[in-house]
């Protein structure tokens, strides 16, 4: 690249910190912030690496806006609103000025839209692929994160938009024949999820227990089992999952274990059935109650008859 | 490796999350943070990939804590006390176990030596070199921060410690020959630097400019007179070079631009040199006044006569 590190920060970078006054202007040590009063922060961190988390070939503008994104679905499942967050680039030094300029042109847009703003970070030289890592930073009233641990036997499990169209995306990204005018709207959902914010902010008091569905439902489900000491039984039939997908072969495992969906999973008390209904009008979100937690451990799927359906695959192993 | 990730998880990282709170036994999809009252966040994030910031055949154990070293000093330059800190680690699928608890002992070792615990952070597969990226949260009372901003000119400048050390131990891991005895301490101030904590602590109030000196005397001077619109001129009799140094080719070069310091330099009012011996006797470090800030830009060394050293190069650069 022609930039050099310092350029790539004053020309590039600095821009994205504008209206952060904590940043320093990316020109000093470290960041500054002050949380509102009787507030908590909440802080993720997530790490991308080209091969892996993404095609090196995909759109920069596209691995930008997934780097945040992906993260700004950790504080959704936590309840929480954004505030910043912080940058580690290891680039290769044969980058090219352009990948570098759409690449913060995917941070803009992605920042601008969900309201948060570049604190700081760091940009080194890797002789291996490019590895991205964003730390984001958000903040919720003291005492309200939604946890994985606080779901009890007899909740209703509750999952937010349809499932299984990111990971259907990967799916034909890696090869699976299916239509253009199909394909495109699931290769989307792939690369440019959408986190939760407003839901997770709404279901603050509601939800018992939350995460994001980035492993697979079977998998990330099992972590709420396992943190909140409680079984899960989800019928099949109830998964909120499109016509389109339902006609491709193997979409349950697709469903059930691909991941990359990143729509939040939540239980809450049977008797907030109304209240969620009416905030999945209010947001204009599908909500649906796929299951519930029993006493005991681990998933179970079951169909329409209850008969229990084998899982495959336990979900994405990130190592 | 035969730890999974979940295992590696289980096994080695969360002892060392054992008494933070809001890392939620890293089982969560965030970590929670609430600074104490009237007090504001530090943050800071750096990146280091294995063949650029460190070596690949280096122990584990040096590599976890310079990981944490390096960043602690971030917190240091702003006059923070530590929290936490966040890792993420892209690691080769054929990592050695030996390799991992090595990397988790260096891990336990530093943080227990200053105070802080893991928060959170995300482990993943890569086909190239080890990266790691960590991110480190300290606190200060609001408004207290050391900025490279605030120098005036005419301010002193002052070091702490003893400069080119840990560029003269990474000149003898890249082939100086320099007798063992002599080496060995210097190579270890290569691995195992010492972030100033207690030193950034007692200048809030003190100094009006920090950094800690990473890059380089000259490139992090530099830093101070861009960001406080101010010159320098550094006398190089009055720099703080052992004997030892002082008797090694090219070792003017080395102190100047070297990097890897990670001591402090800092400015302040001429009036407070009586406060600053008296603080460099507490904390029983060198504390070592080298010149002084100018109206004017730009760094000039000069020796006892007052002519300028032509300075070969202006320090590391990243990229």
Redesign the interface.
């Known amino acids: ?1 022609s930039y ?2 310092f350029a ?1 920060i004053d020309r590039l970078l600095r821009p994205l910190a504008a209206g952060m006054p ?1 940043a ?1 202007e990316l ?9 509102p ?1 009787g507030r ?10 080209a ?3 993404f095609f090196a070939e995909d759109p920069a503008i596209l691995v930008a806006g997934k780097a945040l994104r992906v993260n700004l679905s ?2 959704a ?2 309840g ?1 609103e954004p505030l910043g967050y ?6 290769p ?1 044969d980058v090219e000025d352009r990948w570098l300029e759409d690449f913060v042109a995917g941070l803009r847009e992605t920042q601008e839209r969900f309201g948060l703003g570049l ?11 490019a ?1 991205l ?1 964003v ?1 984001v ?2 903040q919720l009233p ?1 005492g309200t ?1 939604l ?3 606080g779901a009890r036997p007899g909740d209703d499990i509750w999952v937010s938009g349809r499932l299984g169209e990111a990971a259907m995306g990967l799916r034909i990204l890696r090869g699976l024949a299916v239509p253009d005018e199909e394909a495109m709207p699931l290769v989307a959902r792939y690369h440019t999820p959408e986190p939760r914010l407003d839901l997770g902010r709404a279901l603050r008091g509601i939800a018992r227990a ?3 569905i980035s492993d697979g439902l079977v998998a990330d489900l099992g ?1 709420i089992c ?2 909140s000491g409680v079984g899960a039984i989800v019928e099949l039939d109830r998964l909120p999952v499109s016509e389109l997908l339902r006609g491709i072969p193997r979409w349950r495992e697709t469903v059930l274990t691909g991941g990359d969906d990143y729509e939040l999973l939540f239980t809450a008390d049977a008797g907030d059935r109304t209240a969620i209904a009416a905030l999945s009008r209010t947001l204009d979100l599908p909500l649906t109650r796929i299951g519930r937690t029993t006493v005991g451990e681990g998933v179970r799927v079951v169909d329409a008859a209850g008969r229990d359906i084998p899982i495959v695959a336990s979900g994405w ?3």
Chains 1, 2 share one sequence.
């Not at 020109?27 to 949380?35: H, N, R, Y």
């Not at 912080?86 to 680039?91: D, I, T």
């Open positions: 690249m050099g590190e790539f904590g320093l020109g000093d040590d470290a960041a500054l912030v002050t949380p009063a908590e922060l909440v802080l993720a961190k997530d790490a991308l690496v091969g892996i988390h950790d504080l499942a936590m929480a912080l940058l580690a680039l290891a680039l030094r604190l700081g970070g760091d940009t080194v030289a890797t002789p291996g692929p590895t890592s730390t930073l958000g003291e994160a946890l994985r641990s939350a995460i994001d972590h396992r943190r192993r990130h190592f």
